[in-house]
């Protein structure tokens, strides 16, 4: 079992910068692939990016390439996504997610077996 923990969201004008963290407990995060998907209102949970255990995979949503980065620190038990040049439809929560497939940073959503609990994230225009 794992738990996971978001934090760093926000409020932040267009073209703004966030970094969100994704810290880890119970389990040492080596032995997952990690994902970031977010949901806004009334919308479905959405992939935005994932990456290896070993970090040397990474995928990201076409929505937030070139703009997003993620990242990981496995002695630290942590997953970051840095978002910058923020628009408004980036607002939504951000939830981070383990998966026991950890080669694969899958963008389905059903190829995870932790989440964490969201971290909002509000983008004015």
């Known amino acids: 079992q794992v738990q996971l923990v978001e934090s760093g969201g926000g409020l932040v004008q267009a073209g703004g910068s966030l970094r969100l963290s994704c810290t880890a407990s119970?389990?040492?995060?080596?032995?997952?692939?990690m994902g970031w998907f977010r949901q806004a209102p009334g919308k479905e949970r959405e992939f935005v990016a994932a990456?290896?255990?070993?970090?040397?995979?990474?995928n990201y949503a076409d929505s937030v390439k070139g703009r997003f980065t993620v990242s990981r620190d496995n002695a630290k038990n942590t997953v970051y996504l840095q978002m910058n040049s923020l628009k408004a439809e980036d607002t939504a929560v951000y939830y981070c997610a383990a998966s026991l497939i950890a080669t694969m940073p899958s963008a389905a959503p059903l190829r995870y077996d932790y989440w964490g609990q969201g971290t909002q994230v509000t983008v004015s225009s």
């Open positions: 990456i290896s255990w070993s970090g040397d995979r990474i």
């Open positions: 119970g389990r040492t995060l080596r032995s997952y692939a």
